[in-house]
């Protein structure tokens, strides 16, 4: 009798096991890469991202939706700067009530049905410089674009910069994002990627705070890595993260998370998740991480542009594999 139910405990520990391990899997997709390779052809200026973060996050104040104007000037920033390289460059306008609001889009690559989308939004919270949030995205962006117009690629890459993502215009349908998201019908989107605040970093023990306290036990508290979230069932996410861990010296993390966890669909990507496309977010945790974030101090000089270069390497890597 004794050894039954000692048998019958063994197998639900033993059950027990085994389901926290697929759960572990499921968010965590641990993966195990030895040694970094060298992608030095891929060369990524991280003082041109610095240049681009201090002019977007100092010249343009406020760019939110109540300053049309300046919103205008740091799309027509972004624009020329995306024209130095790629001539197939244009904003995509739309009216809210008496003011016009612009995506600034730039496609690389021959004009195929399947294609890829890469965004980032521009516009800063309130009179705040944003330059990780981000003004860090947009500098990715501009960067990438650079290094893409001197590949030869077999499928169409899309560069946007979002106007029009911050609150009080969040979840709405005037963001920038969700009218891009709703004016590609006609193609299919093999991956939308959104840059969502990707230049701060700390070395300090417990600067990594979590949406569910239960994480901390999976990732570091030292918020010195990149973070790739992703769909619950979606393997993009632990893609791109190892990509991150074998071509470059920034640590990634990614996690599978369903959209009821805080700050999961906290950017761009949600209104292209909503259409059922598949999309992942790359960010450094905004306020779980970033203490200036929304704030005046969330200043250029408070960012890490080497391990912002790092990671445009690595999604050019994998904008490479993917076209
Ligand atoms: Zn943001």
């Not at 996050?57 to 027509?76: I, K, M, T």
């Amino acid at each position: 009798m004794k050894s039954k139910l000692f048998k019958s405990l063994a197998r639900i520990f033993f059950l027990l096991c085994i389901c926290n391990l697929a759960l572990v899997y499921l968010i965590k997709r641990p993966s195990f890469i030895l040694s970094v390779e060298d992608e030095s052809s891929e060369y990524v200026n991280s003082r041109t991202l610095q240049d681009h973060v201090k002019i977007l996050s100092e010249n343009f104040l406020p760019r939110n939706f109540h300053h049309p104007e300046n919103l205008d000037l740091a799309a027509s920033y972004i624009q020329s700067n995306f024209e130095k390289y790629n001539p197939d460059t244009y904003l995509q306008s739309y009216q809210i009530s008496e003011s016009t609001f612009s995506n600034v889009i730039s496609n690389y690559g021959p004009d195929t049905k399947e294609i890829i989308v890469v965004g980032a939004h521009y516009d800063a919270f309130s009179s705040h410089p944003g330059a990780d949030d981000n003004a860090s995205g947009v500098a990715g962006l501009l960067e990438l674009g650079r290094l893409l117009s001197t590949l030869r690629l077999s499928k169409r890459i899309v560069l946007v910069a979002y106007t029009c993502e911050e609150p009080p215009q969040f979840a709405s349908e005037i963001m920038g994002s969700f009218v891009h998201a709703n004016s590609v019908s006609n193609k299919n989107i093999r991956l939308m990627i959104s840059l969502e605040m990707i230049g701060y970093f700390s070395e300090e023990q417990g600067s990594q705070n979590f949406p569910v306290s239960i994480l901390k036990y999976l990732y570091p508290e030292q918020g010195n890595y990149i973070a790739v979230v992703g769909e619950v069932l979606s393997f993009e996410a632990s893609s791109l993260k190892n990509t991150i861990n074998r071509y470059t010296a920034l640590d990634a993390y990614s996690i599978n998370a369903p959209s009821f966890v805080p700050g999961v669909d906290f950017s761009d990507h949600r209104n292209y998740w909503a259409l059922n496309y598949p999309e992942i977010m790359v960010t450094d945790t905004a306020f779980f991480r970033n203490p200036n974030y929304h704030s005046p101090q969330d200043t250029f000089d408070t960012l890490d542009y080497f391990f912002m270069a790092e990671l445009v390497k690595s999604l050019l890597v994998t904008l490479k594999k993917l076209s």
